[in-house]
């Protein structure tokens, strides 16, 4: 792949243009396997600092891809090769697009019921040539797991999506590699909730500026509290580069 892996502070991060992006995929699907795509926030980069399932999780994804504007300038500050920051739903969107492309295949798994009927036909209708081989709501009971991982493994899809209502989160398809075929997971909480029209995407304006946050303060004002991580996060960066010295 034509994809350069950097450390950023002891993990892993991926630089991928976005012209090398659909070859990057295509590569992925040719793998034999399980198959990882994670999204990173900085968040998500001092989690992985710890010793732990998550850290495992993102050692070992194929693909991490930062989605924090806060993880670019860090690596310009540490001197390192910037990765590209992508919005997770656009990066969906584009991993889907080439998937229908070339006719592939897509399991949807996760959120209420009728929110991922309503997902399932949206995506129906914008990717025509990329086939549904199954769906499961998720919020279900421990005792029907093995069921959802059976028709996972018997529908081999290209690429299951994986959303909210799902226990492990990212880590639900690193925890079970072993039990799958060959599929690419993707997780991204709100996907099934965007296509299903229930909830509003991040304006991209917003994005781009790396004012998310602010919608997610406006969400939960809990998370004022992220400024006390993101200081830290300051307090690491700045010891790497004096190390380094």
């Known amino acids: 792949m034509s994809v350069q892996r950097i450390s950023l502070i002891g993990v892993p991060v991926d630089v991928v243009p976005p012209e090398d992006l659909e070859m990057t995929v295509l590569e992925l699907l040719a793998r034999p396997g399980t198959k990882q795509i994670v999204f990173l926030s900085v968040w998500d980069l001092l989690r992985a600092r710890h010793k732990g399932e998550f850290q495992n999780c993102v050692r070992n994804a194929d693909l991490v891809i930062p989605v924090s504007k ?16 992508y919005n997770p739903f656009d990066a969906v969107i584009h991993t889907m697009s080439v998937l229908d ?3 592939k295949s897509l399991y949807l798994l996760g959120s209420r019921s009728q929110a991922l009927h309503s997902a399932a036909r949206n995506v129906a209708a914008t990717f025509p040539n990329l086939r549904i081989v199954g769906k499961y709501a998720g919020y279900y009971q421990k005792s029907v797991e093995g069921d959802v991982i059976k028709a996972i493994y018997k529908a081999c899809p290209s690429l299951v999506l994986v959303s909210d209502g799902i226990k492990d989160k990212v880590c639900w398809a690193y925890k079970r590699r072993n039990q799958f075929s060959s599929s690419i ?33 406006i969400r939960n004002p809990l998370k004022i509290f992220l400024i006390f991580p993101y200081i830290w996060y300051i307090l690491v960066l700045v010891w790497y580069r004096l190390l380094k010295k």
Do not use: N, Q, W
């Not at 806060?70 to 920051?85: C, D, E, M, W, Y």
């Not at 909830?199 to 919608?215: A, M, S």
């Open 101 to 103: 492309a070339h006719f």
């Open 185 to 217: 997971f993707i997780y991204y909480k709100e996907v099934m909730g965007i296509f299903s029209k229930r909830v509003k995407r991040i304006d991209e304006k917003t994005f781009e500026r790396g004012h998310e946050i602010y919608h997610e303060i």
């Open 70 to 85: 806060s993880i670019l300038s860090g690596a310009s500050f540490l001197k390192k090769s910037v990765p590209v920051r």
